[in-house]
């Protein structure tokens, strides 16, 4: 069964370092016909995507985050991690990982499969 | 890469049909036929409703509806059910791989 569960540290002081992982179970991150993607919702706020990465391990970022983003790969535990430096209070939020879709005949770049989703907050 | 236009709140009755817009610009809405839209319950994550403009994934109700024309696409409810009472967010492809987000659109079903 298809899965995404996010992990990572709820809590972190401001000029700290985000740190989260989302597990994928069901289907090989290494398949081309996917990238994967984080995701965040500040409380009572909307949808920002912070930035993807394709099979290829190629990363594509949010030009307003793109400084301090980073996301990486790892297709040993099939898992692909985020790091955001320097939190402020504007960065506390709900973080999605999900996964999108590069094959035109299925949910071309739509976002198909959520997880769940996990709270960070930045506070000092 | 500003975020889509859509309107803060809609509201219909039971049985009625709204419809959703979502403004971006020529780089983003414009230009590419790479529009989805999420439905949102409260404390739930997202869930795709809408791919590539007018596509439904397998399961959701063919009451929802989806369209565009120039640089405003355009989310339809038909039907208007208690259990579409949700936020909904529109996203488009902006080009280079990049993508942004609508600010959501809060549904009240009367």
């Known amino acids: 069964q298809l899965q995404l569960q996010e992990s990572g540290p709820g809590l972190l002081k401001p000029s700290e370092t985000l740190s989260l992982t989302c597990s994928v179970s069901?289907?090989?991150?290494?398949?081309?016909?996917?990238?994967w993607g984080w995701i965040r919702q500040p409380p009572g706020k909307g949808l920002e995507w912070i930035g993807s990465?394709?099979?290829?391990?190629?990363?594509f970022y949010n030009p307003s985050l793109e400084s301090r983003v980073t996301i990486s790969g790892d297709t040993s535990k099939n898992q692909f991690s985020l790091k955001l430096t320097s939190v402020t209070a504007a960065d506390t939020a709900v973080y999605y990982c999900?996964?999108?879709?590069?094959?035109?005949?299925?949910?071309?770049?739509?976002?198909?499969?959520w997880g769940q989703g996990t709270t960070v907050t930045a506070a000092s | 890469q500003s975020a889509l236009t859509q309107p803060a709140s809609v509201s219909g009755s039971l049985g009625q049909s709204i419809t959703i817009s979502c403004t971006g610009t020529?780089?983003?809405?414009?230009?590419?036929?790479?529009v989805s839209w999420y439905q949102q319950h409260p404390d739930k994550a997202p869930n795709l409703i809408i791919y590539?403009?007018?596509k439904r994934p397998s399961g959701v109700s063919n009451r929802f509806s989806g369209s565009k024309s120039g640089n405003t696409a355009s989310l339809t409810i038909s039907g208007l059910q208690p259990e579409d009472e949700a936020d909904y967010y529109c996203?488009?492809?902006?080009?280079?791989?990049?993508?942004?987000f609508g600010g959501g659109a809060k549904l009240t079903v009367l």
């Open positions: 996203c488009s492809y902006a080009g280079s791989s990049t993508l942004v």
């Open positions: 999900a996964r999108g879709s590069t094959v035109t005949t299925f949910h071309y770049y739509a976002w198909d499969v």
């Open positions: 069901g289907v090989s991150i290494s398949s081309s016909s996917y990238y």
């Open positions: 990465i394709y099979y290829s391990g190629t990363t």
């Open positions: 020529s780089s983003d809405v414009g230009s590419y036929d790479l």
């Open positions: 590539e403009v007018t």
